[in-house]
């Protein structure tokens, strides 16, 4: 049995942890988590994900409350608060195209040492990065991105963890839970094993260390 409270779960990430999140504009995001960070204050954190939400919403709860000293996501236009703290100086914000950000972390979470794209030569973002001619054509390296703790969100858990997410909020949870050296789930339903098709599952438990219990 992996399940774990939420607040016992959230209490094993220590302040200036680097985290990878699942969701996208919010949706696939575990809020509850989130929201627990917020209470508990963690402080320092680098968040790895798509984007930085909306405020009030998922990731910009943490935006909002200060707790993020970086960022590594594809976009911020939608959290002007994220804006706000970039421009401040009080955030770091590392903007990243999205295709490359989810390749970078899904080659942390399978091995790999890293993608070579074409995306960014020629422009300010090759600066500082290795480039590689292969067949007349160059490609930026860009290396693979791990972290301390990946949190995903679910719509099914089984008891032991296996995870099935659904639709538009599967986006980056299954890559994200591959790039977390300890991960910690959340779904809306924890149902019995065999509940959940073997060929639906999409996150196997043995990749999940916590299943948060519902209330």
């Known amino acids: ?128 990065k290795r480039k590689i001619e292969v067949e007349g054509s160059e490609y930026l390296l860009e290396t693979p991105i791990k972290a301390d703790f990946a949190l995903v969100h679910a719509m099914f858990a089984d008891y032991t963890g296996n995870l099935r997410y659904v639709l538009t909020a599967r986006n980056f949870n299954p890559m994200a839970a591959m790039a977390g050296a300890t991960v910690i789930a959340t779904a809306d339903h924890i149902v019995p094993v065999g509940v959940i098709p073997p060929d639906d599952v999409m996150t196997p438990a043995v990749i999940v260390d916590h299943l948060v219990a519902n209330l």
């Open 1 to 128: 049995m992996k399940r774990i409270s939420l607040e016992d779960a959230v209490a094993l990430i220590p302040n200036g942890a680097s985290l990878v999140i699942g969701g996208f504009m919010g949706v696939g995001t575990p809020e509850r988590i989130c929201d627990e960070l917020v209470r508990q204050g963690k402080r320092d954190l680098t968040v790895i994900a798509n984007d930085t939400a909306l405020p009030g919403v998922g990731i910009g709860k943490l935006i909002t409350a200060g707790l993020v000293r970086k960022a590594i996501v594809s976009h911020i236009g939608l959290n002007p608060e994220t804006q706000q703290q970039k421009i401040a100086g009080t955030l770091e914000v590392e903007l990243v195209p999205q295709g490359t950000l989810i390749e970078r972390i899904r080659c942390g979470g399978y091995g790999l040492g890293g993608v070579l794209t074409p995306t960014g030569v020629g422009t300010l973002a090759e600066e500082g």
